[in-house]
């Protein structure tokens, strides 16, 4: 996974960055609040970012506040890093938009196990919006029979808005985005294709002599 790390500190952030690229993550490096903000919009592909609360140009609230106004079937997972462990302040950082939080000084298994949270999250967002997405394209393709369709009792032939009777797999395709494949049923070979097959077998097939 493409994981943003938005810290001012050079030390924590290469601690975190050697952490994350010895678990397998892909790792982008920002050292301030403006380069994380800058990440966020150019690059798509970001779908875990890590932000330190206080950093210059933009604190970590400030970004999750500015990333959860941006229309996207896939935003980024936010983790705040932040000395404040006050009651107030992790409400203040999960109100701004903040999925998560580790205090510092952080524990490398807890934040692993957060990430791992993350990623479980993001699997989930992705799954929803491919499904999502496949009913959207589902029902642009559909066309949909409403109402009453007057149908012959015998030929089974339905009148259309025009009083025209028509085949109803004519009706259907004209209506709808389906289309027939013609079979015979168990039930109709038995009835109507077995007997005459049948007579016409006993006749001695082409070229029979009356």
Request: net charge negative; hydrophobic share 40%; glycine share 6%.
């Amino acid at each position: 996974m493409r994981i943003l790390i938005a810290e001012d500190d050079r030390v924590s952030r290469r601690l975190l960055e050697a952490r994350l690229l010895k678990d397998g993550h892909e790792v982008v490096l920002a050292e301030d609040g403006a380069q994380a903000w800058e990440a966020l919009q150019k690059d798509p592909s970001i779908l875990l970012a890590i932000l330190d609360w206080n950093m210059p140009g933009l604190t970590g609230p400030e970004i999750c506040q500015s990333v959860r106004q941006i229309q996207t079937d896939q935003p980024p997972y936010l983790i705040l890093l932040t000395s404040r462990d006050t009651r107030e302040d992790i409400v203040s950082g999960l109100q701004a938009g903040a999925n998560d939080y580790v205090t510092k000084p952080f524990d490398f298994d807890e934040l692993r196990a957060r990430v791992q949270v993350g990623e479980r999250v993001i699997q989930l967002q992705k799954s929803v919006a491919d499904h999502v997405k496949e009913l959207e394209n589902a029902l642009a393709n559909v066309k949909m029979l409403q109402g009453l369709l007057p149908i012959c009792l015998y030929c089974k032939k339905i009148r259309d808005d025009q009083n025209y009777w028509q085949q109803l797999d004519k009706y259907v395709a004209e209506h709808t985005k389906a289309r027939f494949s013609h079979g015979i049923c168990p039930e109709c070979y038995e009835k109507v294709v077995k007997p005459e097959l049948d007579k016409y077998l006993a006749s001695g097939g082409p070229g029979s002599e009356a």
